[in-house]
C-alpha cells in the first residue's frame, strides 16, 4: 500500500474519526523501514510499503499487545457525534457553494449559536 491508500483506508476503518496527515503516515513509514519491519518500493511513480517477514513475525507475537487500534473510533456507546457533524459539514459545504449572502450570513449566525449552546452543555449550563 502507498501512503495515501493508508491515509484513505484508516480514515474508512475510523468512519473519519482519524485522518492522519502524510505529515504523520510517511515519517512513521520510514521509521518501520528502518526498523526492519516494513520494505518500501518504488512503482509507477509511488512509493509502496510492504510488511517484511520480520514485520509479520512482530505482529504475530505482539498482536494482543498491541491490540485493535481502531477498536475506540468503532465502539458505541452512545449517539455518533461524529456522522451528525459529517452531515452538518456536508450542508454547510453545500451552503457556502450555492447560498445567497444573507443564507451565509444566517448559516454563520446558526453555527456560532450551535458552538456555544454545545460549550454551555459542557459547563451544565444548558436547560
Do not use: N
Not at 484513505?8 to 528502518?34: C, F, K, M, N
Not at 454563520?108 to 449550563?125: F, P, V
Amino acid at each position: 500500500m502507498h501512503g495515501y491508500q493508508l491515509m484513505r483506508t484508516i480514515a474508512e476503518r475510523t468512519s473519519d474519526g482519524w485522518r492522519p496527515s502524510a505529515g504523520a503516515i510517511y515519517p512513521t513509514l520510514a521509521q518501520l523501514e528502518d526498523e526492519g519491519l516494513v520494505v518500501t518500493t518504488q512503482e509507477g511513480g509511488r512509493r509502496l510499503a510492504t510488511l517484511t517477514q520480520s514485520g509479520r513475525d512482530f505482529l504475530a507475537t505482539e498482536a494482543a499487545s498491541l491490540g485493535d487500534p481502531f477498536a475506540a473510533f468503532t465502539a458505541s456507546d452512545g449517539p455518533d457525534l461524529r456522522a451528525a457533524l459529517r452531515d452538518l459539514q456536508s450542508a454547510a459545504r453545500q451552503l457556502a457553494m450555492i447560498g445567497t449572502e444573507a443564507q451565509l450570513a444566517e448559516a454563520t449566525a446558526i453555527l456560532a449559536a450551535a458552538k456555544r449552546d454545545l460549550y454551555l452543555l459542557l459547563a451544565g449550563e444548558k436547560d
